[in-house]
């Protein structure tokens, strides 16, 4: 059964769902994305609207299916050592730490499908080797989440890890896994992965030297943005990082942080 075309009407409803749901402000040009994410749901679901499968998602009745909805919904495609400019600071960073013999702890408070938390780790691991350190990552999506925790990539995604951490902590797949890598256990097991939405209180979380906080503001309406970055800002330590995308701002947003260069804040 193919799904018929998304109505503007059903893709309002859409947009008043992910807002309530994540506080993500969807704009008509996301019209498409919608329809083409959703309508694999549709038909498991054998329905023929996005009208009928917002009123499966409303009733309640497919427990589980809201989350799913979300998921896919919510799900940004991301890459390795991604605005290299962050990871050259958070290296500066480490080596103080080493230097001083504390404890380094960072959040990765959007990290997809994993790729930002293990090149932070990777860094840290270079950097501090033993030296206690720490990295949270966590997303509102359970299924980017438990992809995550795999650690396998495609190859294609892994072109800016340098090839130095590719010898020391990832592994090239062979046979049936050709063209992927893996990265490895000891690394996986310093990240720990949790689901949090950035668009509610928060869990205990500690406080943290570095956040990075990139690509997810853009989705945000202003006042939902405000929230989202007071909210993160709270969980830096003084003297602590802020990292947001290339694309994204805080002016007239947060006065818990100043800018130290485009998406480079810390809070004094």
């Known amino acids: 059964m193919t799904p018929a075309a998304i109505s503007d009407h059903e893709f309002a409803q859409f947009q008043r769902f992910i807002f309530d749901a994540a506080g993500i402000t969807m704009a008509p040009s996301k019209k498409a994305l919608v329809s083409g994410r959703l309508s694999k749901r549709l038909q498991h679901h054998r329905v023929s609207s996005y ?42 960073v480490a080596q103080e730490a080493r230097a001083s013999g504390q404890a380094l702890r960072v959040w990765s408070a959007a990290c997809s499908s994993g790729e930002e ?20 990552a966590s997303d509102i999506s359970s299924r980017v989440l438990h992809k995550a925790r795999f650690g396998h990539y495609p190859m294609e995604r892994t072109g800016n890890i340098p090839r130095s951490y590719l010898q020391r902590f990832c592994l090239k797949g062979m046979d049936q896994y050709a063209g992927t890598l893996l990265v490895q256990r000891p690394l996986r097991q310093r990240v720990q992965f949790m ?18 906080l990139r690509n997810v503001l853009i989705y945000f309406s202003a006042a939902t943005k405000r929230q989202v970055v007071a909210r993160v800002a709270q969980q830096l330590k003084p003297g602590g990082y802020l990292f947001i995308g290339h694309s994204e701002s805080l002016n007239d947003i947060n006065s818990d942080v100043a800018m130290l260069a485009p998406s480079i804040y810390r809070k004094p």
Do not use: C
Request: glycine share 4%.
């Open 51 to 92: 009208g009928e499968y917002f009123k499966l998602l409303a009733s309640g009745q497919a427990p589980g299916e809201t989350q799913f909805a979300v998921d896919l919904l919510t799900t940004n495609e991301t890459y390795f050592f991604r605005e290299n400019k962050h990871f050259d600071l958070l290296r500066n």
């Open 117 to 136: 938390p293990y090149s932070i780790a990777m860094v840290l691991a270079d950097v501090l080797e033993q030296q206690r350190w720490e990295i949270t």
């Open 195 to 212: 689901e949090v939405n950035l668009n509610a209180p928060l869990p205990q979380l500690g406080s943290f030297d570095v956040i990075f």
